[in-house]
C-alpha cells in the first residue's frame, strides 16, 4: 500500500511560480511511475506531467515548458516545478502512483492506482 500527501500549494499572482512536493511512503518512490494531476471545479481531472521510474518525464500537452516534474528518490518526494503560472492553472492538484515502474505515452488518470488528497493552487491575475 502507497501513501502519497502533497504539500506547497497556495495562492500566488500570474506570472509567479510555486513548487509543490508529494511525500510517498509505505514503499519507495523510485520503483514507480509517478504523476500529477490536477481538477478545476466543474472539469474533468487532466493529467499534468509523469516520471518513470529511470527519470523519464513527459507531460500534458498545456504545460509547454512551464513545470517540471522531478522526484529525489533519497527522499521519497515527488516535486512539481511551475512557473510562468496562469489564472487557469488554478486548481486542486493530486500526485499518484501506478503500481508499475513504467508510465503509459500519456499521462492519463486511469493508469493510476494511488492517489493523495491535493493541494489547492490559486493564481490570481
Known amino acids: 500500500q502507497v501513501q502519497l500527501v502533497e504539500s506547497g500549494g497556495g495562492s500566488v499572482q500570474s506570472g509567479g511560480s510555486l513548487r509543490l512536493s508529494c511525500t510517498v511512503s509505505?514503499?519507495?518512490?523510485?520503483?514507480?511511475?509517478l504523476g500529477w494531476f490536477r481538477q478545476a471545479p466543474g472539469k474533468d481531472r487532466e493529467g499534468v506531467a509523469q516520471?518513470?521510474?529511470?527519470?523519464?518525464?513527459n507531460y500534458g500537452e498545456f504545460v509547454k515548458g512551464r513545470f517540471t516534474i522531478s522526484k529525489d528518490n533519497a527522499r521519497n518526494t515527488l516535486y512539481l516545478e511551475m512557473n510562468s503560472l496562469k489564472s487557469e492553472d488554478t486548481a486542486m492538484y493530486y500526485c499518484?502512483?501506478?503500481?508499475?515502474?513504467?508510465?503509459?505515452?500519456?499521462?492519463?488518470?486511469?493508469?493510476?492506482?494511488?492517489w493523495g488528497q491535493g493541494t489547492q493552487v490559486t493564481v490570481s491575475s
Open positions: 499518484a502512483a501506478q503500481s508499475l515502474p513504467y508510465c503509459q505515452p500519456i499521462v492519463r488518470a486511469d493508469d493510476y492506482r494511488y
Open positions: 509505505g514503499d519507495t518512490a523510485k520503483d514507480y511511475c
Open positions: 516520471i518513470n521510474s529511470d527519470g523519464y518525464a
